[in-house]
């Protein structure tokens, strides 16, 4: 875990460079193989609460305290065109006891290579939010330069619930505009996901605030030796713009730095993808997303 005092942030997110330019934010070494491999071949892997259903056909990954489409998913698809229609039958029952909405994820290698003209036919639509993602990397070895952020802190979000709901309703504002409501369910929800990734022991949360206010929030979970994955970076809107962003990433690099993995793995969305790529990470594969509510509850 970390924490990161907020007299000592910036340094952090700096430790071992030599600022040059806010704009020239990173050396970036060559990317590994090894890296390239990890980022487009790793396949979900269940844990304390999320449940894969992994078949030579297709993958489910279902984590129920997280509701929404992109946790719960099908992903690698590998069939013959004749079992195409059968794949989406079959994963759709066994989705819909779970009463989620999902996301299928197809990627360069899914066959058959139609495979998203089946899905459009069963109104499996495209996902409007980000339609397709850049599967992005960058090594161990980067550096990366953030701006000096006055007032910043970053905590880890897992050491209470009261920072883990923080950083959630962080990335809910983020990404949807608004912060749902305390209700019972969402507490106990949010403790249950708290209580998983402390069980998992690979995942980390990261909780960033300046002068004391929520400003973003972030995840990692790492796979040693091989790298880390980060996802969820979400700065509120009234943050934006000022290096918050970037100091979640270089916060994230030195954690993995730390647990000795070979570099850092994103998807890169229309926003996040171009700041990630100015920070050195380089595209290595693509992802497209399609949207199923049919299971929804």
């Not at 305390?182 to 403790?191: F, G, I, K, N, S």
């Not at 700041?275 to 509850?297: K, N």
Request: aromatic share 6%; glycine share 10%.
């Amino acid at each position: 875990m970390i924490r990161i005092a907020s007299a000592t942030a910036t340094t952090a997110t700096r430790r071992g460079s030599q600022r040059r330019s806010a704009r020239d934010n990173v050396r970036m070494p060559a990317v590994s193989q090894a890296l390239i491999d990890f980022a487009n071949h790793l396949r979900p892997r269940p844990g304390p609460g999320t449940e894969v259903i992994a078949t030579p056909r297709y993958v489910i990954t279902l984590q129920p305290d997280f509701p929404t489409p992109g946790p719960n998913s099908v992903s690698w698809v590998r069939c013959r065109p004749d079992e195409a229609e059968a794949v989406i039958r079959e994963a759709r029952a066994a989705i819909k006891p779970h009463r989620l909405a999902v996301m299928w994820v197809t990627d360069p290698g899914t066959e058959p290579p139609d495979f998203e003209r089946h899905l459009i036919a069963n109104g499996i639509r495209p996902d409007h939010h980000s339609p397709r993602v850049d599967v992005m990397v960058l090594p161990i070895t980067a550096v990366i330069e953030s701006p000096e952020v006055p007032g910043l802190e970053i905590r880890d979000a897992l050491a209470d619930a009261a920072s883990f709901r923080l950083a959630d309703d962080v990335a809910a504002e983020a990404f949807t505009g608004a912060v749902p409501g305390d209700t019972v369910e969402r507490l106990a929800a949010l403790e249950r996901r708290r209580g998983h990734s402390l069980a998992a022991g690979n995942r980390h949360h990261l909780l960033a605030l300046v002068d004391g206010e929520p400003a973003g929030s972030a995840g990692m979970t790492l796979f040693p030796p091989d790298g880390a994955t980060i996802n969820g970076g979400a700065v509120r809107p009234k943050f934006r713009g000022r290096g918050v962003y970037r100091a979640m990433v270089a916060a994230r690099l030195e954690i993995a730095r730390q647990a000795g993995v070979g570099g850092l793995v994103v998807w890169g969305g229309d926003y996040s993808a171009p700041i990630l790529s100015r920070l050195g990470f380089m595209a290595v594969g693509w992802r497209r997303f399609y949207v199923d509510m049919s299971a929804a509850g």
